[in-house]
C-alpha cells in the first residue's frame, strides 16, 4: 500500500494520517488569499493581495498538530498546510486524474474548497473538508450550486460526512450528468 493510500483510508483506522507523517519535516506552506498552495520560495510576493512575510515562515519543521503535507502549486516541493487544506488539494489532484476540471477554491475567511463548474457556469460543485481537527481524515460536505458569485446563488444540495473516495464519486456523478 503506498503512503497515499494509506493516507487516504486513515479515517477507516488502517493507519491514521498522523503515524504516516509524524517523523517528516518539511517547509512550512502558503495558502494564497487568491487560492493557490505555493512554498514560500514560489509564492507571488508582488501580488496586490499579498501581505505576508515569508521570511518569518521560512523553516524546515516537523508536522504540527492539524496539519498535513500538501503539494506546491508550482515547483511540486511537499509542504505542511492546515489538514483542511491539504486534503482538498487531495480531492483536487484525485478529480483532475479522472479529467475532471478541479481547483482550489477561497470561500471567504480564507477558508477552502474544491470546486468544479460546469461548461456553460451556470452550475458548481463545492466540497471541503468538514473534519477540523476533530477526526482522523477527511470528512466532506459536498454541494451543489446554481448560479454564479456576481447574479446570486441557491442554497443547494449538499450531501454530508462523505469519505475521500465518496467525494469522488460525488463529484464525478454530477460531473457525468453535467456531460449528457
Ligand atoms: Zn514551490
Given amino acids: 500500500m503506498s503512503t497515499d493510500e494509506r493516507f487516504v483510508h486513515g479515517s477507516e483506522g488502517v493507519a491514521g494520517a498522523d503515524q504516516v507523517q509524524e517523523n517528516k519535516e518539511l517547509p512550512t506552506g502558503v495558502w494564497t488569499p487568491w487560492a493557490e498552495i505555493k512554498c514560500v520560495e514560489c509564492v507571488d510576493t508582488t501580488h496586490p493581495m499579498w501581505t505576508g512575510d515569508v521570511d518569518a515562515i521560512r523553516e524546515v519543521r516537523p508536522r504540527e498538530q492539524h496539519e498535513q503535507s500538501a503539494i506546491c502549486d508550482r515547483c511540486g516541493a511537499e509542504i505542511w498546510l492546515p489538514e483542511g487544506i491539504a486534503y482538498e488539494q487531495k480531492l483536487v489532484k484525485a ?49 451543489l450550486y446554481k448560479g454564479n458569485m456576481e447574479d446570486g446563488y441557491d442554497d443547494g444540495e449538499y450531501w454530508d460526512a462523505l469519505t475521500f473516495d465518496q467525494a469522488v464519486e460525488k463529484i464525478a456523478e454530477i460531473w457525468r450528468g453535467w456531460q449528457n
Avoid at 471567504?108 to 476533530?134: F, K, L, Q, R
Wanted: charged share 15%.
Fill in 95 to 143: 478529480l483532475i486524474k479522472k479529467r475532471i476540471p478541479a481547483h482550489m477554491q477561497q470561500t471567504g475567511g480564507m477558508c477552502s474548497a474544491c470546486e468544479v463548474w460546469n461548461s456553460v457556469e451556470t452550475e458548481y460543485v463545492m466540497a471541503a473538508d468538514v473534519g477540523e481537527g476533530y477526526t482522523v481524515g477527511p470528512v466532506y460536505c459536498v454541494g
